[in-house]
C-alpha cells in the first residue's frame, strides 16, 4: 500500500471538500484528509498537526487565501507545501500565490483525480527537496563553524596566500608572532617569513599530493615584544603548503584540465 498521505482541504464548500476527497480516492492516493472551513480554521490545524500537503481555496469567509498564505508562511507558521485553488479568471490571483509561497495552483474547471494525483505528489517532493537543501545547508554551516573553532584554537599558524601571495587569511595563532590577524590580510608572504626570491615558490606553491610542500624550513619574523621575542627577530619553523583548485585534487593533477589556481594553504610550526 502506498504512503499514508495527511490532506488538509480549507474550503469553505462542503460539496466542494467531498468532490476532492472522492477524486483523491479515485486517483487511487492513500489519505486522511482533514477539513477547515475558514481562515482562523486553517491556521489552527496547520499550526497544530503535520501535514502531507494543504490545498488552500481563495474565497473564504474570514479571509482570503492570500492573508492566509502570508500569515501562516511569512509569521512564523507552518512549512506544510501549499496547493492554491482558484475559480475561472483567477490567474493574477494565482501568480500572486505562488509569489507568496504556495508551490503550486490547480484551477477548479480543471481539476480530475489524475492531475490533483499528480499535482499533489509534485508538490510533496519538491518540498521534501527544499528540505534536504535546507538541511545541508544548515549542517554546512554547523561543520564550517566546527571547522572555523578547531582552525583558531591549535597552536599552529594557518593561513592562506592568494594566487598573487599575499596573506587573504591568518588564524589568531599569528598573535604569537606579535601579529593581529587582522593587520596581516592583504599583505606580502615576507611580511611573516624572512624568505628569498628563490624559496618563495615552496611555500607559495600550487603543487598538490605527494608533490606540494612538506617541512620546509623556514624563518619566522617576529615582533619585538611578542610572546616568542627572545632576543632576535627570527624564529625556526617549518611549514606544508598545498595548492588550492576550482576543482577535484585528482582532476588538477591533470596537466590539460580546464582549471584555475585560487591561493595555497599553509599549515606552519614553530621549531623550539
Same mark, same amino acid.
Given at each position: 500500500?502506498?504512503?499514508?498521505?495527511?490532506?488538509?482541504?480549507?474550503?469553505?464548500? %462542503?460539496?466542494? %471538500?467531498?468532490?476532492?476527497?472522492?477524486?483523491?480516492?479515485?486517483?487511487?492516493?492513500?489519505?486522511?484528509?482533514? !477539513?477547515?472551513i475558514?481562515?482562523? !480554521?486553517g491556521? +489552527?490545524?496547520?499550526?497544530?498537526?503535520?501535514?502531507?500537503?494543504?490545498?488552500?481555496?481563495?474565497?473564504?469567509?474570514?479571509?482570503?487565501?492570500?492573508?492566509?498564505?502570508? /500569515?501562516?508562511? #511569512?509569521? $512564523?507558521? *507552518?512549512?506544510?507545501p501549499?496547493?492554491?485553488?482558484?475559480?475561472?479568471?483567477?490567474?493574477?490571483?494565482?501568480?500572486?500565490?505562488?509569489k507568496?509561497?504556495?508551490?503550486?495552483?490547480?484551477?477548479? !474547471?480543471?481539476?480530475?483525480? +489524475?492531475?490533483?494525483?499528480?499535482?499533489? #505528489?509534485?508538490?510533496?517532493?519538491? #518540498?521534501?527537496?527544499e528540505? %534536504?537543501?535546507?538541511?545541508?545547508e544548515?549542517?554546512?554551516?554547523?561543520?564550517?563553524? #566546527?571547522?572555523?573553532?578547531?582552525? /583558531?584554537?591549535?597552536?599552529?599558524?594557518?593561513?592562506?596566500?592568494?594566487?598573487?601571495r599575499?596573506?587573504?587569511?591568518?588564524?589568531?595563532? =599569528?598573535?604569537?608572532?606579535?601579529?593581529?590577524?587582522?593587520?596581516?590580510? $592583504?599583505?606580502?608572504?615576507?611580511?611573516?617569513?624572512?624568505?628569498?626570491?628563490?624559496?618563495?615558490?615552496?611555500? =607559495?606553491? @600550487?603543487?598538490?599530493? *605527494?608533490?606540494?610542500?612538506?617541512?620546509?624550513?623556514?624563518?619566522?619574523?617576529?615582533?619585538?615584544?611578542?610572546?616568542?621575542?627572545?632576543? *632576535? =627577530?627570527?624564529?625556526? $619553523?617549518?611549514?606544508?603548503?598545498?595548492?588550492?583548485?576550482?576543482?577535484? /585534487? !585528482?582532476?588538477?593533477?591533470?596537466?590539460?584540465?580546464?582549471?584555475?589556481?585560487? @591561493?595555497?594553504?599553509?599549515l606552519?610550526?614553530?621549531?623550539?
Amino acid at each position: 500500500m502506498d504512503k499514508l498521505l495527511k490532506i488538509l482541504i480549507i474550503d469553505d464548500d %462542503r460539496s466542494f %471538500r467531498k468532490i476532492v476527497t472522492r477524486m483523491m480516492g479515485r486517483a487511487g492516493l492513500n489519505v486522511e484528509v482533514t !477539513e477547515a472551513i475558514n481562515c482562523a !480554521e486553517g491556521v +489552527e490545524k496547520l499550526n497544530n498537526n503535520i501535514f502531507d500537503c494543504a490545498l488552500l481555496d481563495y474565497q473564504l469567509p474570514d479571509a482570503n487565501g492570500i492573508h492566509l498564505l502570508q /500569515e501562516i508562511l #511569512h509569521f $512564523g507558521g *507552518t512549512s506544510t507545501p501549499i496547493i492554491f485553488v482558484t475559480g475561472k479568471g483567477d490567474e493574477m490571483i494565482a501568480a500572486q500565490a505562488l509569489k507568496t509561497g504556495a508551490l503550486d495552483y490547480i484551477p477548479k !474547471e480543471k481539476l480530475s483525480p +489524475e492531475l490533483l494525483s499528480q499535482c499533489i #505528489h509534485n508538490v510533496i517532493k519538491v #518540498h521534501d527537496l527544499e528540505l %534536504r537543501a535546507n538541511q545541508a545547508e544548515y549542517l554546512l554551516v554547523e561543520t564550517e563553524k #566546527h571547522y572555523k573553532r578547531i582552525v /583558531e584554537t591549535i597552536s599552529e599558524i594557518i593561513f592562506q596566500l592568494d594566487p598573487s601571495r599575499n596573506i587573504s587569511f591568518i588564524n589568531s595563532s =599569528a598573535r604569537s608572532l606579535g601579529f593581529e590577524p587582522e593587520e596581516l590580510m $592583504g599583505k606580502p608572504l615576507s611580511t611573516i617569513l624572512d624568505i628569498t626570491n628563490d624559496h618563495l615558490p615552496k611555500v =607559495a606553491t @600550487g603543487r598538490i599530493g *605527494t608533490r606540494a610542500t612538506f617541512n620546509f624550513d623556514v624563518m619566522f619574523k617576529v615582533k619585538k615584544g611578542s610572546p616568542l621575542w627572545s632576543e *632576535t =627577530a627570527f624564529l625556526p $619553523g617549518q611549514i606544508d603548503s598545498y595548492g588550492l583548485w576550482n576543482v577535484s /585534487e !585528482e582532476l588538477a593533477s591533470i596537466k590539460d584540465i580546464d582549471k584555475e589556481f585560487q @591561493g595555497t594553504l599553509c599549515l606552519g610550526r614553530f621549531i623550539r
